[in-house]
């Protein structure tokens, strides 16, 4: 189990990795429109579809 | 041939002869006159054919094939506007800021997006345009941001473009305070998140700790899990959990006790006892707890802080009063600017049908002006050269030059959306309970504390202190500190599902006691739109006045005008069979002339109906006199008595009669006689009475304010039951806001009202309702707005506001009795870091299941919106 000594602090170090992405996306808006982002993922389809119309 | 679905469907319909063709663009009907033949798109309008062709020149047909929901049409092709005043170097410069790339960013609101194909093809702009460099719109709040290179393409381009694709774009000016306000939102949530993860791994490290309790565990193994839970508690301590200090200390420095206090006082004490016990190696650490604990409140800060009002803000609403565009004459020509950027001094030209852009004096023309937005009179006024003519008021009659005196906030509209913001300000802010009895919490836990030390001294200094620090922490008013914000955020969420949009908690708070409720009379007790109620008289005079009353915007006018004549009839039921108005012909008015004194004339002639338009206020019409040429005047019986004309006695009583109904008699005079009465009234909802009762059973005291006739007002009162005491009428904006003022701030007193000329006296008042169908600024003003007409939302209102504080007393009663175990716990002894951390989310939960399970509302008066 001597392994802990080295597990727990890698633990901690990604588990504040992850914190600090989390503020990067904060930070950069990400999280001001909550509405529109996940429907526009929708529209990668279409330019595709776009060939086959007249 | 095109395989879209809805061109197949258009073809099918113009093959099978049927009439009801879809437009291609925006999807409504196509009106049988603009139906083509032999072509596979139709459509309903010019703009919504020009939009399709633009669409599909640009290659971005992939929009038609897109989940679309029903659009709106785009109009026609000529009033589509030229935008210029966007490039205008004072605009570009007010309305925008340049970024790093040397770009141009503007914000646009936009008008006309209702389906997220309308996101797509706006996000599709750089594509279209060359030089717009990037575009992204929000649904949410139906805004777009703009970059721009200003060396490439034109602002105006821009909003051209979409103005041709169904848009129409406002600038917004992206102020300070809604800067601010998305900084703030991005401060919470990203201490939330540090919080949230501080908490989740210390409490991983803490199970590992209590498991070890039990089953033993390596003093090494535990010294490391200690150091983490240390590690990570400080950073929840030190990171997010710093703004509870902050406050505690500023709530010391201004000597107004507040929840926060206990709240610094368990986590300071909770972090140095920890400290301190995890270098000694010894002894209990609360880390888990702590970090919990911060990670809780903090929930309850951000509730909080999602559900504060906005108070109204002076220049947005000054902005939708105004129109933003201007016509400035400039060397005798005018031209297109915008509108804050004209000055004192400048002359503008005002067109009919507009709204005038600033205070000012007529330099020249004649007209009749609508001020109903200031005074609340609904009567056109003249105006003629050297009078003044106020911001915001509507230009009705004809085309106007007006030297500016004042623009801006110093117009008289921006003085009344100041006072508003003002009367926003002095409204008193409720004190939360919770906070109120922070103080005596601080000092009866810090007494408690010292008790603790006290009676464990004989077991040594160190055992005694530690004993006050579990205390300390787990007299943290947690889950107290919750159950205000969480008890509000639920009920707000509530009624918004039926339609009742709570701007802020207070509100809630202010309502739960009974208090006095105003109510404004027209489109609050009443169905707020004047009606053709009765009528005296040859239905053919009827049918004159009608074409005559067509012609004028008043509302009297516009509950005569021939559609409403036609609906009365019908409801009559076949009393149209009258030789003067036969089939195929109509009477078209000419040479209308309105006064202020409420009176209306027009020359009416008998013409053949032929589809088209009515030849209007063309005066050959009227001095050629071909058939049958009549002079007839309409209005009140002061009009008519001024122009000469005397009534029979028969149309006088009629008229009284009429005002004893509450309904206003309109006379109609040929020939130097009245000839004629007709009864036009709003008539009061059917419930009103019904709920006005159920208000008082609840024990509130209902009252009317009203800028209507006093004797009235007086009379409709009386049908609803309310005190005559409580009943005032005529009363200006500006009384209404005094005589809200003056009432008594013991008890609460609630606006009820709809208009713009309301909403100084909304927003002043402890709690302001704007009903259903009211005015952009009244909204606004409003700290309540009713999604649903009539007087039942109201009701269910109270109810909602009794509901909910009961649910708070409930939750603070039981998180308050958490907290007496958890002290007496610690006082005895007994608490241990693992019970303290079993307590603490419990209690929360408690709160929390407590605050979801309870009923917001009683009987179903309105139902949720599915």
């Not at chain 2, 008289?412 to 008193?428: D, H, W």
Request: with cysteine; proline share 4%; aromatic share 6%.
């Amino acid at each position: 189990m001597t392994v802990l000594y080295i597990a727990l602090p890698i633990a901690l170090v990604v588990s504040i990795m992850f914190v600090i992405a989390f503020v990067f996306c904060v930070r950069s808006g990400q999280f001001d429109d909550l509405e529109t982002p996940p429907r526009r993922i929708l529209f990668d389809d279409i330019p595709q579809r776009k060939g086959k119309a007249p | 041939m095109n395989d879209h679905p809805l061109f197949r469907h258009t073809e099918t319909l113009l093959r099978e002869g049927g009439r009801a063709a879809t437009c291609a663009h925006c999807g409504q009907d196509v009106p049988p006159g603009k139906l083509k033949n032999n072509r596979e798109q139709q459509f309903c309008c010019s703009g919504c054919e020009l939009a399709y062709q633009l669409i599909h020149d640009y290659g971005l047909d992939a929009y038609y094939d897109m989940d679309r929901t029903l659009g709106t049409a785009v109009g026609d092709v000529d009033e589509l506007g030229d935008y210029s005043e966007l490039d205008s170097p004072e605009f570009v410069e007010q309305f925008s800021s340049v970024d790093a790339r040397g770009l141009r960013r503007i914000r646009f609101g936009i008008q006309g997006i209702h389906c997220i194909a309308c996101v797509w093809l706006i996000e599709k702009l750089p594509q279209m345009l060359p030089g717009v460099v990037e575009a992204t719109v929000n649904w949410s709040t139906a805004t777009l941001d703009l970059f721009w290179n200003p060396a490439q393409v034109h602002l105006s381009a821009v909003a051209q473009l979409l103005r041709r694709l169904g848009y129409r774009v406002t600038p917004i000016r992206y102020g300070e305070r809604q800067f601010q306000n998305t900084l703030e939102t991005r401060r919470h949530l990203i201490r939330l998140g540090v919080a949230g993860a501080a908490a989740g791994n210390n409490m991983l490290i803490a199970l590992g700790l209590y498991l070890g309790w039990f089953s033993g565990m390596e003093a090494g193994y535990e010294l490391l899990f200690r150091y983490a839970s240390c590690f990570l508690g400080l950073i929840s301590l030190f990171g997010p959990g710093q703004v509870f200090f902050r406050s505690a200390w500023q709530a010391m420095k201004a000597g107004t006790p507040h929840m926060d206090l206990p709240i610094a006082l368990g986590l300071g004490a909770g972090g140095i006892g920890g400290l301190i016990n995890t270098i000694r190696g010894q002894g209990e650490i609360y880390f888990d707890s702590l970090g919990m604990l911060v990670f809780l409140l903090l929930i309850g800060r951000f509730i909080q802080f999602r559900q504060q009002s906005r108070s109204a803000d002076a220049v947005e609403l000054l902005y939708q009063l105004t129109p933003r565009k201007a016509r400035k004459i400039v060397n005798g020509v005018p031209q297109e600017t915008h509108a804050d950027l004209l000055k004192v001094n400048d002359t503008v030209q005002v067109l009919a049908g507009e709204l005038i852009p600033v205070d000012g004096i007529i330099q020249s023309g004649r007209t009749a002006i609508d001020e109903g937005i200031l005074t609340g009179e609904s009567l056109p006024q003249p105006r003629g050269v050297g009078q003044q003519v106020a911001a915001g008021t509507l230009n009705l009659e004809g085309t106007i030059v007006v030297a500016t005196t004042a623009v801006g906030s110093h117009t008289r509209v921006g003085q009344l959306s100041a006072m508003v913001e003002r009367a926003a300000g002095e409204k008193p802010q409720i004190v939360q309970w919770a906070n109120k009895i922070g103080g005596v919490f601080v000092t009866l836990v810090i007494i408690l504390a010292i008790a603790t030390v006290a009676i464990w001294w004989h077991l040594g200094w160190l055992t005694a202190l530690d004993r006050a620090i579990a205390l300390l922490i787990v007299a943290c008013p947690c889950a107290l500190a919750m159950a205000t914000p969480l008890a509000l955020a639920i009920a707000l969420g509530r009624a918004a599902q039926r339609g009742m949009l709570i701007k802020s908690g207070d509100v809630l708070q202010r309502l739960h006691r009974p208090g006095t409720i105003w109510l404004d009379k027209t489109g609050t007790v009443t169905e707020g739109r004047m009606k053709l109620v009765d009528w005296r008289g040859p239905t053919s005079l009827l049918c004159q006045a009608a074409a005559v009353q067509d012609q004028s915007d008043h509302p009297i006018a516009r509950s005569m005008n021939r559609a409403a004549v036609r609906r009365y009839l019908d409801e009559l039921g076949g009393a149209t069979a009258n030789v003067n108005d036969s089939p195929g012909h109509q009477w078209v008015a000419s040479d209308v002339q309105q006064t202020a004194k409420g009176g209306i004339s027009g020359t009416v002639v008998l013409a053949r109906e032929n589809g088209e338009d009515p030849p209007r206020a063309e005066p050959t019409a009227a001095n050629s006199g071909p058939i049958d040429s009549t002079r007839i005047l309409i209005g009140n019986w002061g009009f008519l008595q001024q122009a000469g004309i005397a009534g029979t006695s028969e149309f006088a009583a009629f008229g009284e009669k009429s005002i004893e109904r509450e309904l206003t008699p309109v006379f109609v005079a040929v020939h130097g006689e009245v000839r004629g009465v007709a009864a036009v009234g709003d008539p009061l909802r059917d419930d009103s009475r019904q709920r006005i009762r159920q208000l008082q059973q609840a024990g509130w005291q209902a009252g009317m304010l009203s800028g209507d006739n006093p004797a009235i007002v007086r009379r409709v009162a009386d049908r609803l039951g309310l005190d005559p005491q409580l009943v005032h009428g005529g009363l200006l904006p500006e009384d209404k806001v005094e005589f809200l003022r003056g009432q008594s701030s013991e008890s609460t007193q609630v606006m009820v009202g709809d208009g713009v000329n309301d909403s100084a006296a909304l927003a002043i008042a402890g709690v302001g309702i704007a009903v259903h169908g009211g005015s952009e600024v009244s909204m606004q003003a409003a700290s309540v707005y009713l999604n649903r007409p009539g007087l039942a939302p109201i009701v269910a209102l109270l109810d909602l506001s009794r509901r909910t504080m009961t649910t708070m007393r409930i939750t603070l009663t039981v998180s308050l009795l958490y907290n007496l175990f958890a002290v007496a716990l610690a006082m005895f002894g007994v608490i241990n870091p693992l019970i303290a951390a079993v307590l603490m989310p419990f209690s929360s939960l408690t709160v929390v299941s407590l605050s979801w399970f309870r009923r917001s509302f009683g009987d179903e008066l309105i139902a949720e919106r599915r």
